[in-house]
């Protein structure tokens, strides 16, 4: 469905509710996450995706020690199990913890978490972005993780909409009944969980994605915002249309635009209202064909030597040529 055909299909006006209703093909709750979970009905979720707070001390958060940050996570995780479709995923998008210059995985802690509820880890995915804060006592950090969960055994994987293109599609069985016939997919391969976006490809579990900075075309005032490109590939992979996608943690709601721009159903929280009137804003953008979002699988930028920025300084020059100053 077009955009023109979603501003039509919703009287250029999108159906947005701050109570969860079956009614609605939006929900955008501003509130407490565990109390908003409580009034949605169980098994209604057929993706739940977010990215929660990593405890590291933004606007938004309460530091607190790992085990009482993971704690008080868990009510949320019983919730969220209750919700999610026997057919149904969840991927949670986490990166480190720091306590003491100590580095905690939030991913390895969460894993525990979803496993001692009986969930079924599919994949862990590498999230790889090139820009980030700049350490001096250990390696840059330049890359979170994404733990895909399922319920069951049974469930949804539309790997055919995800499908890349083959490295060698000219490719021939060498033996069997098959023998000399072309032993690919014609819609190409099945993507590792090392994945990178490359122009016109969904090539690898390395998702090379930039993170939104300054110069995204996505940013808004949340200082941890999440790519919508990052959701995207979970949508057409672990959901069908008008299915709902549900984000506890929506934070400015790149979760719900990613899943609406698929014609799935979306739902959403965030206790800061601040960050809901962003979300309200962008959705109304999104369906006004205003928002500006970055392409899936446009390639990231590469310097080409020439860029002022991308020069060795006058300064630092002496250091490799010996010069005094």
């Excluded at 079924?120 to 993780?145: C, V």
């Amino acid at each position: 469905m077009s955009r023109m055909e979603h501003c039509t299909k919703y009287l250029f006006e999108p159906q947005i509710s701050n109570a969860f209703s079956e009614e609605y093909p939006i929900i955008l709750h501003c509130g407490d996450s565990y109390q908003f979970l409580q009034t949605i009905p169980s098994g209604k979720a057929m993706l739940i995706i977010t990215s929660p707070p990593y405890n590291t001390g933004k606007e938004y958060e309460t530091r607190r020690s790992i085990t009482e940050y993971l704690r008080q996570q868990e009510p949320v995780a019983d919730e969220l199990i209750r919700i999610l479709n026997d057919r149904g995923s969840l991927c949670w998008q986490v990166g480190n913890y720091i306590e003491d210059s100590e580095v905690f995985p939030l991913d390895i802690f969460y894993y525990d978490m979803f496993k001692k509820r009986r969930l079924k880890l599919r994949n862990r995915i590498i999230w790889h972005f090139g820009h980030g804060l700049h350490a001096s006592k250990r390696f840059s950090g330049r890359y979170e993780t994404l733990l895909w969960f399922t319920k069951t055994d049974d469930y949804v994987f539309n790997l055919d909409s995800i499908r890349v293109p083959a490295k060698y599609p000219g490719k021939l069985h060498f033996k069997g009944p098959n023998k000399g016939k072309p032993s690919g997919n014609p819609l190409g391969k099945n993507p590792s969980d090392i994945w990178e976006f490359l122009a016109q490809e969904w090539d690898e579990a390395l998702w090379d994605i930039p993170n939104v900075k300054s110069n995204h075309p996505e940013k808004t005032i949340h200082p941890c915002q999440f790519p919508i490109e990052l959701v995207e590939r979970c949508v057409l992979a672990l959901t069908n249309e008008g299915d709902w996608v549900l984000d506890p943690y929506c934070g400015v709601g790149s979760a719900l635009i990613a899943g609406l721009k698929h014609d799935r159903r979306a739902a959403g929280c965030d206790k800061e209202y601040k960050y809901i009137e962003v979300s309200r804003s962008r959705l109304l953008d999104y369906f006004a064909g205003k928002l500006k979002v970055r392409p899936c699988g446009k390639p990231v930028h590469v310097a080409t030597g020439r860029e002022k920025v991308s020069q060795i300084p006058y300064e630092w020059k002496k250091h490799f040529t010996g010069e005094s100053t």
